[in-house]
DNA sequence: CGGGAATATTTGTATTACAAAACCAGGCGC
DNA sequence: GCGCCTGGTTTTGTAATACAAATATTCCCG
């Protein structure tokens, strides 16, 4: 496992971090279980020939993110599961990697079903001058790329600028973390490539729609395209099961 | 400021804990502005009169909240705004201390908007006994309660054992994070001592609607009783302005 | 048998030293 | 004179060690 110390140096990583990105990545994964005690910073310097000082400081952004809590004499224990920030994008990360992507997929397809219409709609309301620039900026960038990777670099922008137009300061990291997510998750839809043309009318639609300043237009226009990237995904419609699958992915190690 | 290390102390709380709360309330009530850089390690020990070990980990914290990036030689760099990790916990508590609290408020109610009637639905669908019955559990506890903070314990307990039936995991810290910060800001509500029972039928009506796994009226229950706390906010409606009132709480620093 | 004190273990904090990174300036060659 | 390159300087990154604080466990004594 010392292999790791050298993993990091190549990368440019620091060390503290790369301790973080593993640690967090294995409680994710369930290899300590909510509630169970982590090996002691003794042994954690062990495994991965390193300093206590930075095993402590990963300790600490793993505290930071909520996943783990720390007391004397104790140790450091897993956090019961809806401690867990599950929002912070490195922890969305691990439970990607982690849990069933095609369940974690649509989990995230319902989320921008509640969240995107409105968003839109704020946004024909309350959008600047510059904010609506940004987005047609972000909608020409679309129209005028070439590949994939393109398109999809400022398809996230679109999105990001609609929700920066919409003035909900809460809902911009929201969805900040949401579309990278969806990015990161990019090769689940990248085989799908001439739906893409189907997808930027759609997009104009909701574009249009805030230029005029017509919220139900854009709420519209916003479910409409959600409907077509739900269908690519196959996720469910409306609140379908996936109910209790929520172990799906987790099983193996408990 | 070396006070702090006493402050800290009788808190039963850890040192470096103390330094992470009192600088990230500072860098969110913008002493130190987004792109610049924060006195070097050196100084926060001599301001705080603390070792580097625990600046260090303070900073490590900040850090995996999203507030700052740190590169040697260089210093610790306040991030862009839209890097912040606003959902979390406490972030959120600086931002709500340092922000426009109206303001604050009336976003927070608007993103209740967006996800709780959908929320509600879900659970409609897909809630289980168990769930069922721990949200009945809660409701009991709103019925039975004598006082104003009894009774706001069991309110939280009732959304968030809804959030729970309703299937989805990345919901559920999302909703945990709105619940206790509104809780947080009860006195604002707090005054309104009357509406108590006015919002009990209310509840009842989405608990009875999730009973008989009817989401469209889950949802149509939830929205009511939104449109009820919201008029004891004062809030904006339907996406009103606010857009522009962003900076509203943060001139003054600058 | 029970309660309380001693003990041991683990994290928390402090201190020191050195390594690595990156900006900055000064010198050297062209 | 201009530009590249090199060395120095500053600041964070990592390491190592020592001690303090907290608390679970154990053991002794009443």
Redesign the interface.
Known sequence: MRKLKKAAKARGERL?HSL?QDIGARILREEYAPGSLLPNEAEWCDVYGVSR?AV???I???????LIVSRPKIGSRVRP??A???????VLAWYWAASDQHHFLS??Q??R???EP??A??AA????ALQLATIEGAFKGMVDSTNIADWNVHDVRFHLAILGA?????????G??IESALSNMFEFTASHNEDVRKALPLHEAILTAIRRRS?AAARRAARALLADTSSVIGAPR???????S?NAGRRRSA
């Open positions: 503290h973080a000082t402590r400081e990963a600490k952004m793993l505290a930071a993110k909520g599961r809806e867990w920030n599950l929002l912070d994008r490195d989990n995230v319902q989320m079903e509640m969240l409105e968003v709609a704020l309301l309350n959008h600047t919409a003035g909900n300061e809460l809902l911009v990291p929201l900040f973390l919220p409306k609140g379908r099961p996936a109910a209790k929520r």
